[in-house]
């Protein structure tokens, strides 16, 4: 599970746009309840220099992050990355091109509210709840019209620019989301708008705070601002019907486990240095769960614990085998709860018919012993370009929204052809893929709720050990009631690409009220 999405819990529009009959501007209302936010520029429409403006104020449960992080769930800072990601809305009216909207704190706590009406502008906050474009909350008015934002130098300012007008926004916000877990700057959200020379111009001292309908008192003084409209971008808000379309932070990391002990590779000159390295792993596994060894944790040792190699048939026999640095045990670390790692390398002996075994130990004590088979590089005399048979060989029919499942991936080349001997005495083992990436859509129409994450977060390339590859998804990141198929991605050096593969693996999510 490399991702993980905390859908906003507060979200609204604010304006200082005339009403419909042009004569009185909506810095009132509130959309706090619209299933839609919009933020635009309207430059000259009532008078020949008039400015009318809507911003859009979204809120994220912070200590939901906060909390997942403290139980393991999300990595410590510097392991995660942390997106906005806001849905574009279509509709009817014209959209602008060409056009960058800023994200930027909101320093100070505002209300939702319970409007709706976003084309009249009709829902007054008056004396009920919401933010608007005067006031922050009831009774309590912002210190500049519009909203109150960071923007001092050193705060985390973000911005993204629209080609057509009709894309998603999608900004990693890692610096700010760490600042709110921290305490440093308060989650009062973030206010999303356009830029400073795209809000429509105004000259004059008109940043004072003025009567509701005002025209003076609600617009904001911007002499560097456009003489040109842009009219309108929308964005789904948290209220939508559309599950996939909710503004979210979404959390990215990379959990990969690559355990080589099933692909363990002698050292060979046809390889560089690094490729050379074998990563193994123990997983210490007490009454079913990941535990610790004690005295070798993170905060213990720097979790240090001793492996060394042995040869033998059944069992380590004689000495201790001399590694590729000369030495004949080297150091290993604590990777997570219950999970050791070592990175090692060892050339090919005389006689490669035995086996080898790692030992990890420290202070005296054998913690675990492991078994390795391991194989002589080979250098094909021309290009092979495999076609794959695939299985996921644990996949239910069905899945609960609240459950985190591992998936594991069979592979094997379809050109396999065992003998009878084979067939008869040895079970088929997995191909392990060692760039392998997955997405996952829904049938129904296609739509793409994870993509293939293959960038620098890796959030959804597979794991994999002595049994083949893996991953774990947790399943409330799609909506229950529909079913969805996963697809794969091997990566192919030889045209520097990922290719999809052709097998496409069912499910259906449940919601269950029992």
């Known amino acids: 599970?490399?991702?993980?999405?905390?859908?906003?819990?507060?979200?609204?529009?604010?304006?200082?746009?005339?009403?419909?009959?042009?004569?009185?501007?909506?810095?009132?209302?509130?959309?706090g309840r619209a299933d839609v936010m919009e933020v635009f520029s309207i430059y000259g429409r009532q008078t020949t220099s008039s400015q009318e403006l809507s911003r859009t104020l979204v809120k994220f449960p912070i200590s939901s992050i906060s909390t997942d992080r403290t139980n393991g769930v999300v990595p410590a800072s510097g392991s995660v990355s942390f997106y906005l990601r806001m849905f574009n809305a279509p509709h009817s009216r014209a959209v602008p091109d060409e056009y960058k909207?800023?994200?930027?704190?909101?320093?100070?706590?505002?209300?939702?509210?319970?409007?709706l009406d976003l084309e009249n502008y009709s829902d007054?906050?008056?004396?009920?709840?919401?933010a608007n474009w005067m006031s922050c909350s009831?009774?309590?008015?912002?210190?500049?019209?519009?909203?109150?934002?960071?923007?001092?130098?050193?705060?985390?300012?973000?911005?993204?620019?629209?080609?057509?007008?009709?894309?998603?926004?999608?900004?990693?916000?890692?610096d700010l989301v760490e600042k709110w877990i921290a305490g440093t700057i308060s989650n009062n959200g973030v206010g999303i708008h356009l830029t400073a020379s795209q809000e429509a111009w105004f000259s004059g001292s008109a940043t004072a705070m003025g009567l509701v309908g005002n025209a003076t008192g609600s617009v904001l003084t911007n002499p560097a601002g456009a003489t040109v409209s842009y009219y309108t971008k929308r964005f789904f808000a948290r209220g939508s019907q559309f599950f996939f379309k909710r503004p979210v932070i979404e959390a990215r990391w990379d959990d990969r486990?690559?355990?080589?002990?099933?692909?363990?590779?002698?050292?060979?000159?046809?390889?560089?240095?690094?490729?050379?390295?074998?990563?193994?792993?123990?997983?210490n596994y007490v009454r079913g769960r990941l535990t610790n060894i004690p005295g070798l944790t993170q905060g213990a040792n720097n979790g240090e614990i001793l492996v060394s190699l042995y040869s033998g048939s059944s069992g380590p026999l004689g000495g201790k085998l001399v590694l590729y640095d000369g030495n004949t045990e080297l150091t290993g670390g604590h990777v997570s709860t219950g999970i050791y790692s070592c990175?090692?390398?060892?050339?090919?002996?005389?006689?490669?018919?035995?086996?080898?075994?790692?030992v990890w130990h420290s202070g005296g004590v054998e913690y675990s012993t492991g078994s390795i088979v391991p194989e002589k590089l080979f250098s094909p005399p021309m290009i092979n370009k495999p076609v794959y048979y695939m299985k996921i060989i644990n996949l239910q029919d069905?899945?609960?929204?609240?459950?985190?499942?591992r998936f594991g991936l069979f592979v094997r080349d379809k050109n396999w052809s065992p003998t009878i001997y084979t067939v008869a005495n040895t079970a088929v083992e997995t191909t392990t893929i060692h760039s392998a990436s997955y997405r996952v859509y829904r049938l129904l129409d296609g739509y793409e709720a994870i993509p293939y994450g293959t960038g620098s977060d890796f959030s959804t390339v597979t794991s994999y050990n002595v049994s083949g590859n893996y991953f774990d998804f947790d399943m409330s990141l799609l909506e229950p009631g529909y079913a969805y198929g996963i697809k794969f991605a091997f990566y192919d050096n030889s045209?520097?690409?990922?290719?999809?593969?052709?097998?496409?693996?069912?499910?259906?999510?449940e919601d269950y009220e029992y």
């Not at 005339?18 to 009185?24: I, M, Q, R, W």
């Open 1 to 31: 599970m490399a991702i993980k999405r905390y859908k906003a819990n507060a979200d609204t529009t604010i304006v200082n746009a005339y009403k419909e009959d042009l004569s009185e501007r909506g810095t009132g209302s509130n959309m």
């Open 101 to 115: 909207l800023m994200v930027m704190p909101v320093s100070r706590s505002w209300q939702e509210g319970i409007g």
């Open 124 to 130: 007054e906050v008056k004396n009920n709840t919401g």
């Open 138 to 174: 009831k009774g309590t008015p912002w210190t500049l019209v519009g909203g109150d934002y960071m923007t001092a130098s050193g705060d985390p300012l973000y911005s993204q620019t629209f080609t057509t007008g009709l894309e998603d926004l999608e900004i990693n916000i890692s």
């Open 257 to 283: 486990i690559l355990d080589d002990r099933g692909d363990f590779m002698y050292s060979s000159s046809l390889a560089p240095s690094a490729d050379n390295l074998n990563v193994l792993y123990l997983y």
């Open 343 to 358: 990175s090692l390398a060892i050339t090919a002996a005389a006689d490669t018919l035995l086996n080898i075994f790692d």
């Open 398 to 405: 069905k899945y609960r929204q609240n459950e985190i499942a």
């Open 495 to 509: 045209i520097s690409s990922w290719a999809e593969q052709p097998y496409v693996f069912k499910f259906r999510v």
